[in-house]
C-alpha cells in the first residue's frame, strides 16, 4: 500500500474515532444565552457526558428540545412534587437559592411523572425553562447529556 493512501486510512479511522466518540460518549457544547448566568456565560465551552446518566437535583444538562440545544439547571425529578411562588418548594423543601419572580405557568404544585424533568435556567428573571410553554416539562430522552467539565 503506498503512504498517500496509509494517511488516508489513518485520517479516515480517526474521524470516525472521533465522530463515535462525540456521538455516544462525551461532547463539546457551547452555551448559547445568558439564560444560565452567573453560573455559564453565551459563549462558554463545556464538556457533556452522553452515556450512564444517573441524573441528580442541580445537574446542569443539555436539552434537545424542539430541535433547539438548551442548557439548564435539573431541579425536578420524577415523581417530585413541584411547587413554585417566591421560591422552589421540591417535595415541600424550600429551596432558599432559588428566589423566583415569575411562577411562570406553574400555579399550583405539579406532580411529575415517571420520565418527566423540571429544569430551570440559573438567570431565573432571564431564562424561558420549565416554567413556560415553549420549555415546558422535559422527557428523559431530550436530555442529551450532563455537564463535566
Known sequence: MNRELKIILKIILIGIIIFCINQFF???????????SP???NGNIMCIKKFGL??????IVVINKN?????????????????IDEYLYVNGQKNDD??????????????????EY??????????IDSRFAEIGIIHKN????????
Open 26 to 36: 462525551f461532547q463539546i457544547c457551547f452555551v448559547q444565552g445568558n439564560s444560565m
Open 39 to 41: 453560573t455559564l456565560q
Open 54 to 59: 444517573n441524573l441528580k437535583h442541580n445537574d
Open 67 to 83: 430541535n433547539k440545544i438548551i442548557t439548564k439547571r435539573l431541579v425536578g425529578l420524577p415523581n417530585d412534587k413541584i411547587r
Open 98 to 115: 432559588l428566589f423566583i419572580e415569575d411562577c411562570g405557568e406553574i400555579k399550583e404544585e405539579i406532580t411529575l411523572k415517571e420520565d
Open 118 to 127: 423540571f429544569v430551570l435556567g440559573d438567570n431565573r428573571s432571564h431564562s
Open 142 to 149: 431530550e436530555i442529551i447529556g450532563i455537564k463535566i467539565i
